[in-house]
């Protein structure tokens, strides 16, 4: 029998619906995915070098647990440069992934029983993390008409003497919404009135479109600082994710804390990863701005042709590669006789009879939702809406 644990666990569903996309695909069937959750672009050349050249002279063993030091140093120079946050190595620990990373934090953190309070809509693998690690998720609902942002009156009132940590997600996959200085400092007197930590997922902080900033929680004073840990990693900002390169920045405790769980649960970072990020971290920068302004066109054309078509609805997304549309006004509707219950039945039927896929609401705590990610190709984008809205043509 399996444990408990084990049985509550509910599958990633962007990676199910990826799965029927890829078999589709494997049948000869030409299927054009929204539903991708990382960049379509290869990773630089330079930093694959990097990676050769460990290869090459050996550097295949074992490394310190939490990542070797001149990685750690590049983390710290990218802080300083880029967000004016002064961390010192002891305060970095490398993973494997950042969801790996996040894994690491509720480890260190959460005893049986603990909240962790996460705004939805959220990222699919949160809740499961808490809950892997023994904590309770404790979900807030947040508005359409605060672009899918908690407010600090709403912290307010889900905290509980178990409450021990907040997870910020700015910019936001799925939503693509980005937190204000402003709201950030409300946030932030909650956090610290009540000692909570804050949990602040930043991997999408260099894919920022249009006048958005992206502001750290940690950069608004020593006090939030001390309670805040940043989960970053190489796999967006470079388009890394087989990479598998995660760092957080805290306080020297919990780094300390994560460390030693990661040196029995994981032993290191992959060596050879370890020196591509080196590479990413500290080389040229201008292959970031690059991938960065391809997905700003791609997001601008999206967000034209959606906000064009009937019953859907959506918020320019400020940073990330997803668009989050609202579906809500196709339920009532039926496809070829078919009632439109809900997102997943519609992401189904798109799938199946117009070969599009995207990503159903649910598994992100917004099931009236659907997850069209725009890293693919802008031909794949044209293609793709226009057989959506054949389809949409088709409802009555
Ligand atoms: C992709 C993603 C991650 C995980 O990144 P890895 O470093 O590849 O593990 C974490 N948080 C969010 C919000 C993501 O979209």
Known sequence: MLSRKAMQITPSPTLSIDAKAKQLKSEGKDVIGFGAGEPDFDTPAHIKKAAIDAINRGFTKYTPASGIPELKEAVCARLSIDNHLNYQPQQIVVSNGAKHSLNNVFSAL?????????PAPYWV???????????VPVIIETKKEHNYKVRAEQLEKALTPRTKALILNSPSNPTGQIY???????????AIKNNLFVISDEVYEKLIYGQSKHIP???????????????????????MTGWRIGFTASEPGIAKA?????????????????????????GPQDCVEEMRRTFEERRN???????????????????????????????PRRFRGIPVKNSDQLAELLLEH??????????????????????????????GLERLESFLKELH
């Open 110 to 118: 959460l005893n049986r029983g603990d909240e962790v309070i996460i």
């Open 125 to 135: 693998s949160y809740p499961e993390l808490v809950k892997l690690n023994e904590g």
């Open 180 to 190: 204000t200085r402003e709201e950030l400092e409300e946030i932030a007197s909650v």
């Open 217 to 239: 929680i940690a950069s608004l004073g020593e006090e939030i600082k001390k309670l805040t840990i940043i989960i970053n990693g190489v796999s967006k900002t470079y388009a």
């Open 258 to 282: 994560m460390a030693d769980i990661q040196s029995h649960n994981a032993s290191n970072p992959n060596s050879i990863a370890q020196k591509a990020a080196y590479a990413a971290l500290t």
């Open 301 to 331: 054309y999206m967000v034209a042709s959606i906000s064009a078509m009937p019953y859907l609805t959506c918020i320019e997304p400020q940073g990330a590669f997803y668009l989050f549309v609202n579906m809500k006004e196709t339920f």
């Open 354 to 383: 117009y070969r599009v896929a995207l990503v159903p609401g649910r598994g992100f705590g917004a099931p009236e939702y659907a997850r069209f990610s725009y890293a693919t190709s802008m031909d794949n984008i044209r293609a």
